[in-house]
């Protein structure tokens, strides 16, 4: 039997692009916000956590695509979480159309970060609600490749907003990944095609502050780095389109 | 009996703000999917309209929220449609939390148009799908008011970029309120409110074009006229703060 619990999606007109098919934002916005359910499900989502003052927050993500669906498919989403070390989560995803082909494959790698403490929490020595649910089966995909400097050849400033930000008053993670696909030639979307995402989250931002999105074109790789006004890095990301 | 048909929805952490009460744009953006679903059930969806080559474009759109209801919060929309004339439709919305207490009402005009002849489809003429499902019901609140020209004291440019766009390459009607709620200082969500908004679509705007977004304080009204670089008006907006 596979691990873990499936959820039902279609792909719905706000959710495409220009050519019909569902964009890389909408299919990774819906794998985190199952990320959210499921653990929630699962009793350590970030309601439960934060009556002890903890959270996760996304730390690194992989996500390969062999085709976008067009819209009005049905297609489903297993998620599993497997062991990852001390610090780390790793919570997976499979997605799978109606006849039980698998398109897309995603692995995200979560800290449980202590507010009081601001230091991540020793995820062995967490109750059974969490270990619980621990699997044996492997990531669908290779995780989350080490991402280095940008030395940029564009960049494009982005003053963070209201609708940028979340209940923390942080920069949403798909935001950046949007800022990111909009610094690419839209002809970029126009043929389908497959892709490997690699993100690295390294500092959040707030409102207020000013983002630089720096991008660098090399080979089949855009690679792609974000920095706030006071120089930190925010993420990192290489898309590498096949 | 109630008219219509009922949609339930939940308030989803990626709908809230910083308040942890769900946005304005979260609520719209439910009720617009909402009308592109319900219309799609009833047989005169974008889908099958685009056989005919015609579409649903929305012309006006007037929404009134006593609050905005908090995280986790389980709602549901209903929606009808109801006569306003032979090149106007108008469908309905009211939203109601699970005590049965109705918390927000709109009220959005579409045309449809003939993409062949750029012009206007008499509704009178139509298909028995469409006319057998107008309802007796009155609107919900009054219907959208006339917006007059603007005259911006702040204004800010902005580039329409790839995720702004729909499968048409034109804006998204949502990412206009975006804009303008951008615009307000960050205070004015700060504490719970009750809003009117009032939304004008005049002119569709396109992947790269420069849009101004003008903003003009007027007692408790929040006035927008958002502009494009060829200097046609694309929408305006009035948000009664109550």
């Given at each position: ?133 621990l699997s044996d089966e492997a990531s669908p995909c290779e995780r989350p490749r080490k991402l280095h400097a940008v030395e940029a ?71 792609f780095e974000i920095k706030s006004d006071d120089g930190a890095i925010v993420c990192r990301a290489a898309f590498e389109w096949k």
């Amino acid at each position: 039997m596979k691990s873990g619990n499936v959820y039902d999606f279609r792909v719905e007109p706000q959710d495409v692009d220009f050519t019909l098919r569902a964009t890389l934002a909408s299919m990774c916005n819906n794998v985190l916000n199952i990320a959210g359910i499921d653990a929630q499900r699962n009793g350590f989502g970030v309601d439960a956590l934060m009556k002890n003052n903890c959270s996760w927050v996304l730390s690194r993500m992989a996500a390969e695509f062999d085709c976008l669906p067009v819209q009005f498919t049905e297609y489903s989403i297993r998620t599993w979480v497997n062991y990852d070390g001390r610090v780390l989560s790793s919570r997976n995803f499979e997605i799978t159309d109606r006849e039980g082909r698998v398109f897309g494959r995603v692995v995200t790698q979560w800290a449980m970060i202590n507010f009081q403490t601001r230091r991540p929490v020793d995820l062995n020595e967490l109750a059974e609600d969490y270990t619980s649910v621990l699997s044996d089966e492997a990531s669908p995909c290779e995780r989350p490749r080490k991402l280095h400097a940008v030395e940029a050849v564009e960049s494009f400033e982005h003053r963070i907003v209201y609708s940028d930000i979340d209940f923390n008053r942080h920069v949403n993670t798909m935001r950046y990944m949007d800022l990111m696909v909009d610094m690419l030639p839209i002809e970029t979307f126009a043929e389908p095609h497959s892709v490997r995402l690699d993100f690295h989250f390294v500092k959040e931002s707030v409102y207020g502050q000013t983002l630089t999105v720096g991008f660098r074109p090399q080979g089949d790789t855009s690679l792609f780095e974000i920095k706030s006004d006071d120089g930190a890095i925010v993420c990192r990301a290489a898309f590498e389109w096949k």
